[in-house]
């Protein structure tokens, strides 16, 4: 295992796999999204279902991007913030 650095570059590490939210609601919310998809499951037709299977991989895929962006945006500030700290020093 090498340093953090050739560890990210070669994908050995992943941070979207490590992160799960902390916040209390995020596995109810998730159990809530789960019996939903069940209950629709039951009422639609298979093809029907098929489109919502595909609506919720879009929402997957776009959600993604997002937290991507979001990850990039707080690395960078964190960089930001400790080039700003170190420029500050005397």
């Not at 650095?5 to 919310?29: A, C, D, H, S, W």
């Amino acid at each position: 295992m090498g340093n953090l650095l050739e560890q990210l570059y070669f994908g050995e590490i992943r941070p979207e796999e490590m992160i799960v939210p902390k916040n209390p609601e995020y596995r109810t919310l998730n159990n809530e999204i789960s019996k939903s998809k069940e209950q629709i499951k039951m009422r639609l037709s298979e093809d029907d279902m098929e489109l919502v299977e595909e609506t919720f991989d879009l929402i997957g895929r776009s959600s993604s991007m997002y937290s991507t962006e979001v990850f990039i945006y707080g690395f960078k500030m964190g960089i930001l913030m400790i080039t700003e700290a170190f420029a500050d020093r005397k």
